[in-house]
């Protein structure tokens, strides 16, 4: 059994900053892929951006690249989102998922494993 707990949420001003964490407990998640996916009010569940703990390769929606970046430390079973520039429009539930074997980053049937969600708030 896996846990995966996120943090960090809050309120933050348009143009602001916020960094995510999702904390793993149990053993090794050294080949393990880690996403991040997010849910706005009325909206459907959609990718934010992954990672290939195995490879260290990234992959990022459009509409979050060169605003967000992810980023792993293994020796803490953590993995962050570090998020700039934020807008009203990125205001959502954050949702950590990480999957043993994942075929396509982008899609949720291919993990396995998800958190309970940390709410992000962006003012205008």
């Known amino acids: 059994q896996v846990q995966l707990v996120e943090s960090g949420g809050g309120l933050v001003q348009a143009g602001g900053s916020l960094r995510l964490s999702c904390a793993a407990s149990g053993r090794t998640f050294a080949r393990y892929a880690v996403g991040w996916f997010r849910q706005g009010p009325g909206r459907e569940r959609e990718f934010v951006a992954a990672?290939?703990?195995?490879?260290?390769?990234?992959y990022y929606a459009d509409s979050v690249k060169g605003r967000f970046t992810i980023s792993r430390d293994n020796a803490k079973n953590t993995i962050y989102l570090q998020m700039n520039s934020l807008n009203p429009e990125d205001t959502a539930v954050y949702y950590c998922?990480?999957?043993?074997?994942?075929?396509?980053?982008?899609?949720?049937?291919?993990?396995?494993?998800w958190g309970q969600g940390t709410q992000v708030t962006v003012s205008s």
């Open positions: 990672i290939n703990w195995g490879g260290s390769s990234t």
């Open positions: 998922a990480a999957g043993i074997f994942v075929g396509n980053y982008y899609a949720e049937k291919d993990y396995d494993y």
